[in-house]
């Protein structure tokens, strides 16, 4: 089937895997985060009240880190894509760094939060956040020193999930970047997308566990295989 074929609305999933070539971990991998740290210690409310230093610091590194990093060809690519498509682009990630953003992305949708983002446990305000957390600076709103990382944990609701949803109920073609499909929500879009009658492309280092559910796997590295697919959008 062509993919690409006539397309107006194009709504992209990404994973941690758009981010690995730039140097940050993914989550499954050998090695990768999960393995240094059990998701039930660092990634839940629960671990966050029974051991709150052990968690705003798990954070504090990995927005520290950032500074290290820099996108890649697929973050780029992805931004020429809403710069020179004609139809409607959503761009929607799960990951929580600000790759998109440097790579040129304005419009991201970060469902699962963001590193540079703080969200406040007393007024729940959202605040842009670049600093650590582990000294417990104050609200800039309501002064109370009960930041957190303005993350989604397990356990807890994803962002604009209907927005989401609106998106993938008309969009022409769904397309899953560099994720392994082992988290819901998000690793139902695709089901939601073919229910929908799109066409669903996954490009991936390797299968994932929704790869039954598109109509097209490519193998291979998002550096390589994002700038292709991009090119062939826009040259179609
Ligand atoms: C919720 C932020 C509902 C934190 C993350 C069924 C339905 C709904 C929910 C559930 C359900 N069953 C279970 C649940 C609960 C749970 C869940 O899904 N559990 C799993 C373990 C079964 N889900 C939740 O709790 C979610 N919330 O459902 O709320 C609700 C309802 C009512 C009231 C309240 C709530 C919230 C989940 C969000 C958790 N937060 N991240 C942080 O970053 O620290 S999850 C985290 O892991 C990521 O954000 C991502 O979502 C997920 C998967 O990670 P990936 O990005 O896929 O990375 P991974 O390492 O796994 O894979 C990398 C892939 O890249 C691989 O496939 C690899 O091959 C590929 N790759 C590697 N290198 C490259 C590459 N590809 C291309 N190029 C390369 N170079």
Redesign the pocket.
């Known amino acids: 089937m062509d993919v690409n074929a006539k397309l107006d609305r194009i709504v992209i999933l990404t ?4 981010s ?2 730039s140097g940050i971990d ?4 050998a090695g ?1 985060l999960w393995e240094q740290h059990r998701v039930e210690d660092v ?1 839940t409310p629960e671990g966050f009240a029974r051991d709150p230093d052990l968690v705003l610091n798990f954070y504090d590194m990995r927005r520290a880190a950032l500074a290290n990093v820099v996108p890649n060809p697929a973050h780029e690519a992805l931004a020429r894509l809403e710069r020179e498509f004609s139809g409607d682009l959503l761009l929607v990630t ?3 760094d600000d790759l998109h953003e440097r790579g040129g992305s304005a419009r991201v949708l970060h469902m ?2 963001e590193l540079k983002s703080a969200l406040c446990a007393s007024c729940e305000t959202r605040t842009r956040w670049e600093a650590p957390m582990l000294d417990r600076p104050p609200c800039p709103v309501c002064r109370v020193p009960s930041l957190r990382p303005d ?8 962002y604009e999930m209907d927005r989401i949803y609106r998106a993938i109920e008309s969009c022409d073609l769904f397309v899953s ?12 879009f695709v089901q939601e997308a073919r229910r929908a009658g799109a066409r669903c492309l996954e ?4 299968y ?1 566990e929704g790869s039954r559910c598109f109509h097209e796997t490519r193998l291979g ?3 390589e295989l994002v700038p292709r697919w991009v090119a062939d959008v826009l040259g179609g």
Request: glycine content about 18%.
């Open positions: 994973g941690a895997g758009i690995a070539e993914t989550f499954r991998a990768g990634a799960q990951n929580v699962h939060g993350v989604v944990w397990f356990g807890e609701m994803p970047i560099g994720t392994s499909g082992a988290v819901y929500p998000a690793a139902g490009l991936n280092l390797d994932s590295p998002a550096s």
